[in-house]
């Protein structure tokens, strides 16, 4: 297909960007956080509560768009709908957004997500007593938590063990991934580690949560909202801010495709879904690797930015660490990375703070502003079902 | 397994043999004598029952709902039979009561050093309905004692008995099959330290850890449905089992109602050889799980079948696992409602 021609490429925009504070204790309900959120986001975009017609959230948030619009002074909805997969439904909800708007189901479409996940239900606490059900999606946890696997952090120990047999990846080649996102986060006033950078030796010294992942490979738990405001790509030219034009939105799901568990494919070594998504990418935008200014890489785990790198084509198959070591993530780099911290450094908002990242390196104002930024890749969880997206300054 | 902890130094100094051929010497043995309970069947433990239950089911109060019913009159709760024999707070406490042969089992578990117990399960029949009056008596006899099994709460013996309950006509009116396990509080345990099974790899523990055991969790249930109960049941008879689609012989893991490959609903098992090579493996040590000891080796197995698993690895030390290292199955009884795969490590030779 013509990428000129692709009905989703540049029809859509994100116009505001609203959060709240990352904190350890937010103090205010999940639903608050939301609220605030979504106000600021809109405020941001130059509009008002009253102009939102539609609301895309993720399955896990536990504050439906109904609470939200009741308490802001949102009024009527013609769109709402949810993306499944925690971390991996981020790009999803602005692909929804984007292709509401493209089709005219919705004008001002606002994406959301908003959790205590540090003071409330942490996730990284892991499944192993989570209630029960007979359904499908929880019996799928029957076959780790009998035998003691049970956390995100273990699951992707799995993957990461298998990665380094292959390609003779080690724990200081994770490290570097970290390294990097708390320089940048050192210098972001808004992120949890803001000037507490690490170096590799603290990497190495810190201990092990699930070997070959190190405490400093996973990243934090984070109480916060985040929200985003999509509308047309022409009327953004008319708001506010410079308009970050989805020039691409993606989601994938791989063969055999578990959650944070597929562990029963061919290889472990990729990441099939995030191929899948960069395909899409790629063929919606016209662009190649090579035209990625900056990338926005979700790393809730370390080990798992490297296949990425791999499958969106900035390096070959089990380079990824050369690729990190020869310092190409940095500012001065190939591509600049996670200039906001990441999940690691500013806040782990199931990559949501990341879009928000990514709408101010097009606009030029990240604290981390690389020289040229134009077109900005962003990707959503990984291990699971995931989505992805490039915004551009676009025409 | 190793020989029960007390069985050298043993006051009767009986090897280890001969201490199993003495629990085996238990089956058929009563424990407890035919005795009728302190009360015979009577309204005011019935209401007290039913309240502290729950259970408002009227024919077991009101006299003209259980007549509605076809029944002379009311009756007691089916679950009551074992509360008409049972001794009372004091004579409980006091270890007043019991029979001459459960004293003497105590006394030979505590021997092995099987000093805990807990219920594991009760089954019941019941062949009549117990009415006011009734005056119900109980006979306890041992059906069998297990070989030592390794479990989450430490190594133990399964020990059933039947209890046959009988109304004052001596006729059988209920009859309970009823489980403990008799363990050895891990940290007492005599067995030498295995640091890469979780059943016995403890960290290094202080005298105040050994003086106050915490109270065993366990392991976290699968969910059993529909799709996957056939793999559990089997797993229960220590049979590790690869569904196998029916049209198109395509095995598959984890387990599914549909083939990917062909679409068939149709399915069947094969047995796994139990042999497997580790795919990859990972080393736990946070979050920790109190049903668990830590450091805990979990891996993807790849069977001889080409089907992989994620499990346990045992008896090997975390630092020398290695992927492609060959493995081989054996069976956890993690607790008595929990049997799982987990695979320890074997000679290359051994492989095929």
């Known amino acids: 297909m013509n990428p000129c021609q692709h009905p989703l490429s540049g029809a859509a925009a994100i ?15 999940e639903l608050r956080l939301a609220c605030e959120a979504v106000l600021a986001a809109v405020a941001d975009a130059g509009l008002k509560p009253s102009d939102v017609d539609g609301m895309v959230t993720f399955t896990a948030d536990t504050s439906s768009e109904i609470h939200i619009a009741r308490n802001t002074g949102i009024g009527e909805l013609t769109f709402f709908s949810r993306i499944p997969h925690g971390g991996g439904a981020a790009c999803g909800t602005i692909q929804q957004a984007a292709m509401a708007v493209a089709t005219g189901v919705a004008e001002v479409v606002v994406c959301y997500r908003a959790f205590n996940e540090r ?20 019996a799928a946890y029957s076959w780790m938590t009998p035998f003691g696997l049970s956390a995100p952090a273990q699951w992707v120990a799995m993957f990461a063990r298998r990665y380094m047999h292959e390609y003779g990846a080690t724990s200081e080649d994770f490290g570097r991934v970290a390294v990097v996102d ?32 190190r405490l400093l490979d996973c990243c934090q738990e984070t109480d916060g909202g985040q929200a985003l405001v999509v509308v047309s790509a022409e009327r953004a030219r008319d708001l506010p801010h410079p308009p970050a034009v989805v020039l691409a939105a993606a989601q994938g799901s791989g063969q055999d495709q578990h959650m944070m568990t597929s562990y029963y494919r061919p290889t472990i070594s990729g990441i099939p879904e995030m191929g899948l998504v960069g395909r899409q990418l790629y063929g919606q935008s016209g662009l190649a690797p090579e035209d990625i200014g900056a990338a926005i890489l979700y790393d809730h785990f370390t080990p798992l930015v490297l296949p990425q790198l ?25 591509l600049p990375f996670n200039t906001h911290g990441g999940q690691l450094g500013e806040a782990y908002l199931h990559g949501m703070n990341g879009i928000a990242e990514a709408v101010r390196l097009v606009r030029g104002t990240s604290v981390n502003q690389p020289p040229d930024a134009r077109n900005v ?11 992805g997206l490039v915004l551009g300054p676009g025409e | 397994m190793s020989e029960p902890a007390g069985a050298e130094q043993g006051e009767r100094g009986t090897p280890g043999a001969s201490y199993e051929e003495r629990l085996r010497a238990f089956a058929g043995r009563e424990l407890v004598p035919p005795k009728p309970g302190p009360d015979p069947v009577n309204v005011p433990m019935i209401r007290h029952w039913a ?23 009311v009756v007691a709760p089916a679950s009551m039979a074992q509360a008409w024999t049972m001794r009372g707070y004091a004579a409980t406490v006091a270890g007043r009561g019991s029979g001459p042969g459960a004293e003497e089992l105590a006394a030979l578990l505590h021997e092995g050093g099987y000093t805990s117990v807990v219920a594991t399960d009760s089954e019941f029949e019941f062949l009549r309905e117990l009415v006011p009056g009734d005056h119900v008596s109980v006979r306890e006899v041992v059906e069998s004692i297990s070989p030592e099994k390794a479990t989450a709460l430490g190594a ?25 396990l008799r363990f050895r509080p891990k940290d007492r345990s005599h067995k030498p330290a295995d640091p890469g099974d979780p059943n016995t790899a403890r960290p290094t523990s202080t005298a105040a850890d050994a003086q106050v055991e915490p109270p065993k969790v366990l392991r976290p249930r699968p969910a059993v449905n529909r799709d996957n109960a056939f793999w559990f049941e089997a797993a229960s008879e ?55 000891a830590y450091p805990l080796v979990v891996a993807v197995v790849e069977l001889e079948e080409d089907t992989r698993l994620i499990t346990d690895l045992v008896g090997v030390r975390p630092e020398e696992v290695t992927i492609d290292m060959p493995v081989a199955l054996e069976w956890l009884d993690a607790d008595p409602g929990l049997s799982l795969p987990v695979f320890r490590p074997v000679a290359q030779e051994d492989q095929p």
């Not at chain 1, 116009?15 to 103090?27: L, N, V």
């Not at chain 1, 791999?310 to 001065?332: Q, T």
């Open chain 1, 15 to 29: 116009a505001g960007i609203g959060a709240t504070e990352f904190s350890k204790d937010s103090g205010r309900s």
């Open chain 2, 51 to 73: 309240e502290a239950m729950g259970d408002r089911n009227p024919v077991y109060l009101d006299e003209a709902a259980a007549r509605a019913t076809g029944r002379p009159g």
């Open chain 1, 377 to 387: 890749l962003v990707t959503a969880g990984t291990g699971v079902p995931t989505s």
């Open chain 2, 238 to 292: 220590h049979r590790l089992v690869i569904q196998r689609c029916a049209g198109c012989r395509a095995l598959r893991h984890p387990p599914g109602p549909c083939c990917p490959k062909c679409g068939s609903f149709e399915w069947d098992t094969v047995e796994s050889s139990g042999r497997g090579r580790v795919h990859s493996f990972v080393v736990n040590h946070h979050p920790r799980h109190p049903a668990f």
């Open chain 2, 156 to 180: 133990g013996r399964f020990v059933t008995t039947v209890r046959t309950y009988t109304d004052h006509n001596g006729a059988t009116v209920a009859v309970q099959r009823w489980r403990t």
């Open chain 1, 182 to 213: 708390r320089a940048h986060a050192a210098a972001n006033p808004a992120a949890w580690f803001y000037q507490r950078p690490i170096t590799l030796a603290d990497h190495q010294a810190s201990r092990w949560i699930a070997e070959p992942l």
């Open chain 1, 310 to 334: 791999e499958e969106l084509g900035f390096c070959g198959r089990g380079e990824a660490k050369d690729f990190i070591a020869e310092g190409n993530l940095e500012l001065g780099g190939r």
């Open chain 1, 119 to 138: 003071s409330g239900e942490r996730y990284g606490l892991g499944q192993a007593d989570r209630p029960m059900d007979t359904g499908a999606d929880r």
